[in-house]
């Protein structure tokens, strides 16, 4: 018999035992059990494409220690138990829930007794991000795809690093390569005693994919069209094509292997023309065109130097950085790139003959949350 067999045979013995004599036994009143305080206690904000990749993650066995106590949209949030386990949870939020606001959401959090307590940022929003540090300091953790701290102004990373330093721990495996093991192989060097001397790679899922495609038998603004169709890009292509985010990534690796860069000393060339920059989204995609002529030159004449086109970012020994479009070689890792892979080529003090390189997908909500996951996992 199973033990929950066994313990439901046992209730029921002792309510209607009945003694030696005829008499019946005194029933056994039953006990309520306060439900138990979860190992870890997560609150998630944002629940677009991501977020809501991790919501279907929390629903496996691999997050079975997790409770979420708190999720919100940008303009809602629920902290109501049944609410939250509902596999509609997302949807709801688009029509109901309370006004945002976080000092809710920390409230859930602090009421649930849990040792852990993670705030996740699934968003992009600058706002948020600033107040990354604040909650470290206030002994929450964070864990983060949100690149706009890290990679924005060094004051803020300058106040992120020093609440780390004395608050919670600050889990950002998404912020970069969508979880690729990058960041952690770079401490893990740094904390054996070796430093980064340069980085090259290819750190955008949507420009890798363009430019894996881009061969000049069709014009550019039709491959992004399509690369927009699939999901690689933003909903505005012009936040993939500006390198702005390829640069954020940039000052991300450089910082963390100690080289304290400022985003103006970050050499940006985007693929965006000025007449295109202050355009509406739909404007701007109406003209897509207008890009097609530019890059189309650009591709015969690395094809006829045996070059290809790839939009790299580099960080030389001088701590100088750039991201902008380049001829490789047919030879060079970047041209032997798939889908929408990125590729992180590191040279180190002793990785200095070859780089170490890591490549995978670096684009994609699945795994950009299993990233998420696995950086809240580490905190119990």
Same mark, same amino acid.
């Given at each position: 018999?199973?033990?929950?067999?066994?313990?439901?045979?046992?209730?029921?013995?002792?309510?209607?035992?009945?003694?030696?004599?005829?008499?019946?036994?005194?029933? +056994?009143?039953? @006990?309520?059990?306060?439900?138990?305080?979860?190992?870890?206690?997560?609150?998630?904000?944002? !629940?677009?494409?991501?977020?809501?990749?991790?919501?279907?993650?929390?629903?496996?066995?691999?997050?079975?220690? #997790?409770?979420? +106590?708190?999720?919100?949209?940008?303009?809602?949030?629920?902290?109501?138990?049944?609410?939250?386990?509902?596999?509609?949870?997302?949807?709801?939020?688009?029509?109901? %829930?309370?006004?945002?606001?976080?000092?809710?959401?920390?409230?859930?959090?602090?009421?649930?007794?849990?040792?852990?307590? +993670?705030?996740?940022?699934?968003?992009?929003?600058?706002?948020?991000?600033?107040?990354?540090?604040?909650?470290?300091?206030?002994?929450?953790?964070?864990? @983060?795809?949100?690149?706009?701290?890290?990679?924005?102004?060094?004051?803020?990373?300058?106040?992120?690093?020093?609440?780390?330093?004395?608050? %919670?721990?600050? %889990?950002?495996?998404? !912020?970069?390569?969508?979880?690729?093991?990058?960041?952690? @192989?770079?401490?893990?060097?740094?904390?054996?005693?070796?430093?980064?001397?340069?980085?090259?790679?290819?750190?955008? &899922?949507?420009?890798?994919?363009?430019?894996?495609?881009?061969?000049?038998?069709?014009?550019?603004?039709?491959?992004?069209?399509?690369?927009?169709?699939? %999901?690689?890009?933003?909903?505005?292509?012009?936040?993939?094509?500006?390198?702005?985010?390829?640069?954020?990534?940039?000052?991300?690796?450089?910082?963390?292997?100690?080289?304290?860069?400022?985003?103006?000393?970050?050499?940006?060339?985007?693929?965006?023309?000025?007449?295109?920059?202050?355009?509406?989204?739909?404007?701007?995609?109406?003209?897509?065109?207008?890009?097609?002529?530019?890059?189309?030159?650009?591709?015969?004449?690395?094809?006829?130097?045996?070059?290809?086109?790839?939009?790299?970012?580099?960080?030389?020994?001088? &701590?100088?950085?750039?991201?902008?479009?380049?001829?490789?070689?047919?030879?060079?890792?970047?041209?032997?790139?798939?889908?929408?892979?990125?590729?992180?080529? #590191?040279?180190?003090?002793?990785?200095?003959?070859?780089?170490?390189?890591?490549?995978?997908? &670096?684009?994609?909500?699945?795994?950009?949350?299993?990233?998420?996951? &696995?950086?809240?996992?580490?905190?119990?």
């Amino acid at each position: 018999m199973s033990a929950v067999l066994d313990a439901a045979a046992t209730v029921g013995a002792a309510a209607s035992a009945i003694t030696a004599r005829g008499t019946v036994a005194t029933e +056994v009143a039953p @006990t309520k059990i306060a439900p138990t305080a979860p190992a870890i206690a997560i609150v998630l904000l944002g !629940t677009g494409v991501v977020g809501g990749a991790l919501l279907k993650l929390l629903n496996t066995p691999a997050a079975a220690s #997790l409770r979420l +106590v708190g999720a919100a949209n940008s303009r809602r949030q629920q902290t109501d138990p049944a609410s939250l386990a509902s596999r509609s949870l997302r949807e709801q939020l688009n029509h109901q %829930g309370d006004t945002r606001d976080n000092a809710g959401l920390l409230a859930a959090l602090d009421a649930s007794g849990a040792a852990v307590r +993670v705030i996740v940022d699934a968003t992009a929003s600058a706002p948020l991000a600033s107040r990354h540090a604040e909650w470290l300091a206030r002994g929450y953790h964070v864990v @983060t795809a949100n690149k706009a701290l890290a990679g924005g102004e060094l004051p803020g990373w300058r106040a992120l690093q020093a609440a780390v330093a004395h608050g %919670g721990r600050y %889990g950002d495996s998404a !912020t970069v390569g969508a979880g690729l093991p990058v960041l952690s @192989t770079l401490r893990r060097l740094r904390s054996c005693g070796d430093s980064l001397l340069t980085l090259e790679g290819v750190f955008s &899922g949507s420009l890798s994919w363009l430019f894996n495609q881009y061969d000049g038998s069709r014009p550019f603004s039709a491959l992004l069209r399509e690369a927009r169709q699939l %999901g690689y890009t933003e909903p505005d292509p012009r936040s993939d094509l500006s390198g702005e985010d390829v640069a954020r990534k940039l000052l991300i690796i450089a910082r963390n292997a100690g080289f304290s860069l400022g985003t103006d000393e970050v050499d940006v060339q985007g693929l965006v023309p000025e007449s295109l920059r202050a355009l509406d989204t739909e404007s701007f995609l109406a003209r897509l065109e207008e890009l097609d002529e530019p890059l189309a030159k650009l591709h015969a004449d690395a094809r006829s130097r045996s070059c290809v086109l790839r939009f790299l970012a580099r960080l030389n020994q001088r &701590g100088r950085a750039r991201v902008g479009l380049v001829e490789v070689p047919l030879s060079h890792p970047a041209a032997r790139l798939y889908g929408t892979d990125n590729q992180f080529a #590191l040279t180190t003090t002793r990785y200095n003959t070859q780089p170490l390189v890591i490549q995978g997908p &670096g684009a994609g909500p699945e795994v950009t949350a299993q990233a998420l996951l &696995g950086d809240v996992l580490a905190l119990a």
